[in-house]
């Protein structure tokens, strides 16, 4: 099994920064590709970045250029960088595990979720 537990949400200004961590428990993070994705009110959940075992990345075309997904096995944490932020970035982000070693596209490719974190750009 492996819990993840989010942090570094918070309110930012348009242009600002802001990086959100996901801490992973259990041993077998390194063996994990890892996702967030974040949903806005009235809108689908959708997938940001994607990270694989062998740290390979997937963008949105949406972040892609100022979004920077990484891990650091030894601590067991993912982190989203996020710059230039814009108000359409407003959305709760969710953290995600996969049993696969391999990046994953769908939400069916995920089998372990953080709780989310609330990013809230103003303009």
């Known amino acids: 099994q492996v819990q993840l537990v989010e942090s570094g949400g918070g309110l930012v200004q348009a242009g600002g920064s802001l990086r959100l961590s996901c801490a992973a428990s259990?041993?077998?993070?390194?063996?994990?590709?890892m996702g967030w994705y974040r949903q806005a009110p009235g809108k689908e959940r959708e997938l940001v970045a994607a990270?694989?075992?062998?740290?390979?990345?997937y963008y949105a075309d949406s972040v892609k250029g100022r979004f920077t997904l990484s891990r650091d096995n030894a601590k067991n944490t993912a982190y989203l960088q996020m710059n230039s932020l814009k108000p359409e970035d407003t959305a709760v982000y969710y953290c995600?595990?996969?049993?696969?070693?391999?990046?994953?596209?769908?939400?069916?490719?995920?089998?372990?979720w953080g709780q989310g974190t609330q990013v809230t750009v103003s303009s």
């Open positions: 995600a595990a996969s049993r696969s070693l391999f990046i994953r596209t769908m939400e069916a490719g995920y089998d372990y």
């Open positions: 259990g041993r077998t993070f390194s063996s994990n590709a």
């Open positions: 990270i694989s075992s062998f740290s390979s990345t």
